[in-house]
């Protein structure tokens, strides 16, 4: 249980219930305007005027009117400093039908020909914010500006409307009508506040319910009240005047015991916060220390912090949950971390192999190339021109996966120098022109001498042409054409760009792998039927060649039309 109240306005003082013979006393007090009434039906004599001089009845109903509005005016104070919006309008009722009251009698004392009576308009004032504050049911916080606009500034305006309709001439048939509102205004509220009281007892309920019937019965008598002074006349002042007394007290003590009542729960929590903070504390430890709970720390929490068994096991669960998703998260960071420790180690050693392999692979290439100087007949040339060009490829694989290595751990590092592209493509037809002779193809150089020269790293370039051409060459029939092509265009960022193409005639890239194509190990060499074995590695590595230089490559085919090929490289 909780050692102090969650809400004040929440407590309910029906833990010891009204006693039936409070009830049966404030209900009397009630009946005795009505029993009045048939007391005066059974004895005519009753039925009788009762004057008085009107100053003295001006004077009373001032007093009365005055000292009503004080207490009104110490209510709406109270109210509006608890933030209690329901007695505060409440107390704004009561505070505007006693100014109008202690206005129109002081009015109508300065007249010498004015008759004794009590507007009804100040009745209505009281009964229209009664029924305002049937719409509050529990004190609500608001900002000051809200509550002025929502609360004074209506009040100020009806006020003087009110006021100002004392000064009026009005017709009997719309007081009839003002007492009739009045009336069914009072029973809506009383109903309203029955249901209110029955949901949260408000231990000065049954005098605030009396006196919403006591001010239906005033305005019910001044309708039938013809005669000045007689019974029924004093009888429907009286209603009136002890309904808005009885509110009065009712609400005045209603604010101030919530107000005392919230003292007591401050008080209250500063006395049992030290040890809620204490718990708290234990359990946040626990909790970051991942422990299960102890029996000794919940019996802790449940008696200092006022946690349900049920929210401890909940954020037990919850620390538990917490708890296991950071072991997963743990484990799985271990085994990105040996993963990528996995793939450094597997970079190493590939860069280790090939570079073991450079050295005689150059060796070889040298043997084969003084071998081919020498005297030799038509076959043995066509052999070694073979295994010479078998020998280049694989030393070009090789400075494909090294720099393909540089690339990846960002270590390339491009020699730009200016570079004559019909000389570079002329260099690459003369390297490739004994494969092209023995697959019976052709290379067309479409490369106008009129290029300028661009800033490139030519090593690079030279290879990614190779490369190009190598596949159109592998993955070709015999008797294709290919055709290398050069150009100049306007960049869509400004200035211009150089445009190379290789393109042959051959059955062309499936649609399914057109995306795939420059990704390592998958390349032309699993996306068109080769004549020659692939390894997948070269459009990996032009793309990379092309990337470096800020440019872009892209591939066009449809099977059975063959494939294009076309780099676009910005000005430096």
């Not at 009712?250 to 008080?267: K, M």
């Not at 694989?394 to 690339?407: F, K, M, N, T």
């Not at 730009?416 to 002329?426: E, G, K, M, Q």
């Not at 699993?526 to 990379?544: D, H, N, V, W, Y």
Request: glycine fraction near 6%; charge should be negative.
């Amino acid at each position: 249980m909780h050692p102090f109240p969650a809400d004040p306005s929440s407590v309910s003082d029906a833990s010891q219930p009204t006693s039936r013979w409070v009830v049966a006393g404030w209900m009397a007090i009630v009946l005795v305007v009505p029993f009045a009434l048939a007391l005066e039906r059974i004895f005519p004599a009753l039925d009788r005027l009762y004057p008085v001089a009107s100053p003295l009845y001006f004077a009373g109903i001032a007093s009365t009117a005055a000292i009503i509005g004080t207490l009104a005016l110490v209510i709406v104070i109270t109210a509006w400093q608890a933030l209690d919006n329901r007695m505060l309008a409440v107390g704004l009722g009561l505070l505007g039908g006693a100014a109008t009251a202690l206005v129109h009698a002081l009015w109508a004392a300065s007249q010498p020909d004015a008759t004794p009576e009590c507007p009804i308009i100040s009745l209505a004032i009281v009964g229209i914010w009664i029924v305002i504050s049937t719409f509050e049911a529990s004190p609500v916080a608001q900002d000051r500006r809200q509550r002025a606009w929502r609360y004074v500034a209506p009040f100020t305006m009806l006020l003087a409307f009110s006021i100002g309709w004392l000064f009026v001439p009005v017709a009997p048939e719309i007081e009839a009508l003002i007492r009739l509102v009045t009336v069914i205004a009072c029973g809506f509220a009383l109903w309203q506040y029955i249901q209110l009281y029955r949901r949260s007892s408000i231990r000065l309920s049954p005098a605030f319910l009396a006196a919403l019937a006591l001010l239906g019965e005033a305005t019910t008598i001044q309708q039938i009240a013809a005669p000045v002074y007689d019974l029924s006349f004093w009888l429907s002042h009286a209603a009136g005047i002890a309904a808005l007394a009885l509110m009065a007290y009712a609400a005045f003590f209603e604010v101030r015991d919530r107000r005392q009542r919230g003292l007591i729960d401050r008080a209250a929590f500063e006395l049992v916060r030290p040890a809620m903070v204490e718990a708290i504390d234990a359990l946040v430890e626990a909790l970051e220390r991942r422990e299960p709970l102890s029996v000794e720390l919940r019996t802790r929490l449940q008696r200092d912090a006022s946690l349900s068994p049920l929210q401890i096991d909940a954020l037990e669960n919850l620390a538990i949950t917490a708890a296991r998703e950071q072991r997963q998260r743990e484990e799985l960071e271990q085994l990105d971390a040996m993963r990528q420790q996995s793939e450094r180690n597997v970079t190493l050693l590939a860069q280790m192999v090939i570079h073991d392999l450079k050295n005689p692979l150059t060796a070889l290439i040298g043997f084969l190339e003084l071998l081919s100087t020498g005297e030799l007949n038509d076959p043995q040339r066509a052999l070694i021109e073979s295994a010479l060009r078998t020998g280049r490829n694989l030393a070009g694989l090789v400075d494909d996966l090294l720099d393909l290595a540089r690339y990846n751990e960002g270590r390339l590092r491009l020699r730009l120098s200016d570079v004559s592209l019909p000389d570079l493509c002329a260099e690459c037809a003369i390297e490739l022109s004994g494969w092209l002779a023995y697959e019976s193809k052709t290379l067309i150089l479409d490369v106008p001498q009129t290029l300028p020269t661009i800033r490139a790293d030519s090593r690079l370039l030279r290879r990614v042409l190779l490369n190009l051409l190598s596949n159109a060459l592998k993955h070709t029939p015999y008797g294709t054409t290919i055709m290398l092509r050069a150009w100049r265009e306007p960049h869509p960022d400004g200035g211009e760009q150089t445009v190379i193409e290789v393109a042959d005639t051959g059955p062309g890239i499936p649609p399914d792998q057109i995306e795939r194509i420059f990704e390592p190990f998958v390349g032309a060499g699993e996306s068109r039927p080769a004549r020659q074995s692939s390894t997948g590695l070269g459009l990996a590595f032009c793309k990379m060649a092309v990337d470096a230089h800020g440019g872009t490559i892209e591939v066009s085919s449809f099977p059975g039309d063959g494939a294009t090929f076309r780099i676009r490289l910005p000005d430096r």
